[in-house]
């Protein structure tokens, strides 16, 4: 009976902490991110990597089964880059980072955030393009990118989101046409201004990215 006891022992020894680290991936991942982060207000302080999951952290919100749902981070005065950690949050249903000093480019990872419902990037200095993984978000309602250094063209993916509600592009440097497909006929043209836009999409005159 012995040797049983001792491999039952020795069997949970070793799987509890496969278990704890499975539970609290999420957890992992935005703390890789903070680890990349400027805080000066200490917003971040409670985020700590030890805990079981990040249900407890403040700025953080989980379903019932503790898998993280919102990230609510807006005017917070963070700064530094947005990792590709934020791709494994799978369940995420909020991205709201509007109102700080974010830098860099949007990573192509946040497509794999096929539960994501809103995300505000609003009024930060993020650069670059509109990645075109943003096609595979087909629960985004809500899209809000105004106010940052964008460049390039918006992504004709996007017009396959058939549940996006707003999107705002305004006050950055973005190309092209502006796409009438899908329900950006709808959209208003306050959503695009302030940028380099020629002007609404006439397909099959001229190219989308005309004037990029």
Not at 16 to 43: K, Y
Not at 127 to 153: D, M
Not at 172 to 198: A, H, K, Q, W, Y
């Amino acid at each position: 009976m012995a040797p049983f006891i001792s491999l039952s022992v020795l069997f949970l020894f070793l799987y509890c902490p496969l278990l704890s680290l499975s539970t609290n991936s999420e957890g992992n991942a935005l703390h890789a991110w903070r680890s990349m982060l400027s805080d000066p207000n200490n917003v971040l302080q409670s985020w700590d990597p030890t805990l079981v999951n990040p249900c407890t952290w403040f700025h953080v919100t989980c379903d019932s089964n503790n898998h993280v749902i919102r990230l609510d981070l807006g005017n917070s005065n963070v700064s530094g880059t947005l990792g590709p950690e934020l791709g494994q949050l799978q369940h995420l249903q909020y991205l709201e980072l509007y109102r700080n000093d974010f830098t860099g480019k949007i990573p192509e990872e946040l497509g794999n955030l096929k539960s994501l419902i809103s995300m505000d990037l609003y009024n930060n200095k993020l650069e670059g393009k509109i990645p075109k993984s943003f096609g595979k978000l087909k629960s985004l309602k809500f899209l809000r990118l105004s106010s940052n250094k964008l460049t390039g063209s918006i992504p004709r993916e996007l017009t396959k989101l058939n549940n996006l509600k707003v999107i705002d592009v305004s006050n950055n440097d973005l190309c092209g046409t502006i796409p009438v497909e899908g329900n950006f006929e709808s959209f208003p043209m306050e959503s695009f201004e302030n940028n380099r836009f020629s002007g609404p999409e006439l397909k099959g005159l001229v190219p989308y990215d005309f004037g990029c």
